[in-house]
């Protein structure tokens, strides 16, 4: 079994899904160390968003949860659209994670709030502590400072306030099984002034979760691209260990072969 699996860049994350599923087919469903670049993660082709459906009915039929249900995870865009900017967060924490929580998916609750060690959350200065804003503010104050100084930029690029953990230590060390797949995000601006993403999973599975976790991931990449006022830019993902999970879903590994089939041919429409 190879080390690393490089794969070439694509440009949207359908494709970058695409190509995934079928280096994992020919790697007998499983690897570690995939690791691949979505060169635009926000642009969605009309095949695109016709393969998207079609994983949806497919997940309608197997019992799984939709590309925006797994999205939503990463980044809730239905609220972020519901509500002011100024009161995105604190919306979400009060009214959106109390129906969720007890449930599966809680990754943007992680990115947006830290707890203390008694299970208190934690406060600077009086205020409660978001990871994300203050990595948002942080690529402000290092597109403005930046601006004539190409030394000054490239030192921002190493700059480790810009990386954030999914994984909580005080919560995550008690699983034998399950927990948070994703581990780790990495923003970077880049020689070009654009926000770059990496995410890194310590298992990724490429049925149930990895399509809606990819357009999840570029949402989040692009609101804290705009919020900081640049472009955004790659989104590079690192897999430890991926699975190519065709089994155990309602209709069984033929559903999802055939799925993954129709996805195929849909993508190489003209």
């Known amino acids: 079994m190879k080390s690393l699996i490089a794969l070439p860049d694509t440009d949207s994350t359908v494709s970058a899904w695409l190509q995934a599923v079928s ?7 499983h690897c570690y ?18 393969v998207i459906r079609e994983f949806d009915q ?12 797994v999205a939503n995870t990463i980044f809730p865009l239905d609220t972020y659209r ?11 924490l009060a009214d959106v994670f109390p129906r969720v929580k007890k449930q599966w998916g809680t990754y ?3 990115m947006i709030s830290r707890k203390n060690a008694d299970g208190s959350l934690m406060e600077i200065a009086g205020k409660q502590f978001n990871p994300l804003e203050a990595i948002i503010l942080k690529a402000k104050k290092r597109v403005k400072t930046s601006r004539g100084s190409k030394t000054h930029f490239e030192l921002s690029l190493d700059d480790p306030a810009l990386d954030f953990p999914t994984f909580q230590p005080e919560l995550d060390t008690r699983y034998q099984v399950g927990g948070p797949c994703l581990s780790h995000l990495s923003f970077k601006i880049d ?19 990895a399509l809606g976790n990819l357009v999840g991931l570029a949402r989040l990449q692009s ?48």
């Open 58 to 69: 497919y997940a309608l039929q197997s019992g799984l949860h939709s590309v925006e249900t």
């Open 191 to 209: 020689s070009d002034g654009a926000l770059r993403l990496t995410a890194f999973y310590r298992s990724h599975w490429y049925i149930a979760r």
């Open 23 to 29: 280096e994992l087919r020919k790697n007998s469903g």
């Open 33 to 50: 160390n995939l690791v691949y670049v979505v060169s635009k993660p926000n642009r969605f082709m009309p095949n695109d968003i016709e």
């Open 108 to 110: 943007f609750e992680r």
């Open 223 to 270: 609101f804290v691209a705009a919020s900081a006022g640049i472009s955004s830019g790659p989104l590079t993902i690192i897999a430890s260990e991926a699975t190519l999970d065709v089994s155990g879903h309602l209709g069984g590994a033929g559903a999802t072969t055939a799925m993954i089939g129709r996805c195929n041919g849909i993508a190489l429409r003209k």
């Open 82 to 92: 519901s509500q002011p900017s100024d009161e995105f967060y604190d919306y979400y």
